[in-house]
């Protein structure tokens, strides 16, 4: 079964609202997770890594106030599109590790949100 | 800085035929690779993890292979079957990047005609 859960799966609002996704790991405490976006026949884009209890590290090019990381707990951590526009609609993936594994261990990742912007 | 390449992009095949998806990177210094299978709308599926040291792996009808020197990695179905249509999808951990995170192939689409 899943061991990272995303919700919610598909998500349609108007411009300029925000629009808050979950990414939690089921089954370990994952100190770090990553976001990731992924554009039509495109490589999977990392946005941002989320650390639990310190700021998120964002990619070059990813606006930290517009798409907003908040990591409160050792399961949970959540991506907010703020004052969304057609342009943020995406695909967007969480993944977490499991501990154990350093930084190699195997990733696993969430069912993925679908974002659209009306 | 590491780039993943994956050939072909897309792939159709008869039912019941063996294939090959082949995926190679620039950087031979990496950790492990990963192999993930994502079907359209959804999340991607862990399907075989290969660490640096091993030359390969096996689940079921799947077989993943590994030659770090040559920075290949090659994904082996068995048998297909229609339900193994999906798009499949190589990474490998970015060595200096964040913490580990991994940087993936645009993947080859699978269809596999009954």
């Known amino acids: 079964g899943a061991v990272v859960s995303q919700h919610p799966s598909r998500v349609i609002c108007k411009s300029g609202t925000s629009v808050k996704i979950e990414c939690r790991s089921l089954?370990?405490?994952?100190?770090?997770m990553f976001w990731y976006r992924q554009f039509p026949k495109k490589s999977l884009m990392l946005m941002a890594t989320?650390?639990?209890?310190?700021?998120?590290?964002?990619e070059q090019g990813v606006e930290k106030d517009k798409f907003l990381i908040n990591h409160a707990s050792l399961t949970l951590s959540t991506l907010t599109v703020t004052s969304a526009h057609p342009e943020d609609s995406s695909f967007y993936i969480c993944?977490?590790?499991?501990?154990?594994?350093?930084?190699?261990?195997?990733?696993?990742f969430g069912e993925g949100s679908r974002l659209t912007v009306l | 800085k590491q780039e993943v390449t994956q050939i072909p992009a897309a792939l159709s095949v008869p039912e019941g035929e063996n294939l090959v998806l082949n995926c190679s990177f620039t950087d031979s210094a990496i950790y492990n690779l990963q192999w993930f299978r994502q079907d359209p709308g959804k999340g991607l599926t862990s399907l075989l993890l290969?660490?640096?040291?091993?030359r390969e792996q096996t689940s079921g009808r799947l077989n993943a292979s590994l030659d770090k020197s040559s920075g290949r990695s090659t994904l082996y179905i068995a048998a297909s079957q229609p339900g193994d249509s999906a798009t499949y999808l190589c990474a490998v951990p970015n060595y200096g990047g964040s913490q580990g995170n991994l940087i993936f192939g645009k993947g080859t689409k699978l269809s596999v005609k009954p």
């Open positions: 993944s977490a590790r499991r501990p154990g594994g350093g930084y190699t261990g195997e990733l696993f």
């Open positions: 989320s650390n639990e209890g310190s700021k998120a590290t964002y």
């Open positions: 089954d370990f405490q994952a100190t770090t």
């Open positions: 290969i660490q640096s040291s091993q």
